[in-house]
């Protein structure tokens, strides 16, 4: 598995969504890229942070512009 498969895989690994043999691929890889774990560290604190946030809605005109930001970003 590359880096940039655990990039693509990290919530599927996150919500325990991968099969078998892609989870086990997934571990062998963090077993050798410290990149990777850190990537992972980061991404469970991230969960953890988002998951305090206040549940009140965006004002409009930013959740828009979060949205276009993010479709350009994924082009």
Same mark, same amino acid.
């Given at each position: 598995?590359? *880096?940039? /498969? @655990? &990039?693509?895989?990290? &919530?599927?690994?996150? /919500?325990? =969504? #991968? =099969? !078998?043999?892609? $989870? #086990? $691929? ?6 050798? *890229?410290?990149? *990777?774990?850190?990537? !992972? +560290?980061?991404? +469970?604190?991230?969960? $953890? @942070?988002?998951?305090? #946030? ?7 005109? #930013? /959740? ?6 993010? +479709?350009?970003?994924?082009?």
């Amino acid at each position: 598995m590359t *880096c940039q /498969e @655990i &990039t693509e895989l990290v &919530t599927d690994y996150l /919500e325990r =969504s #991968l =099969s !078998l043999r892609d $989870r #086990l $691929r997934f571990r062998w890889h963090l077993g050798l *890229c410290r990149f *990777c774990r850190a990537f !992972l +560290r980061q991404m +469970r604190t991230t969960i $953890r @942070i988002a998951g305090r #946030l206040p549940d009140e809605p965006l004002p409009q005109a #930013l /959740e828009t512009e979060l949205l276009r930001r993010f +479709r350009d970003f994924r082009r």
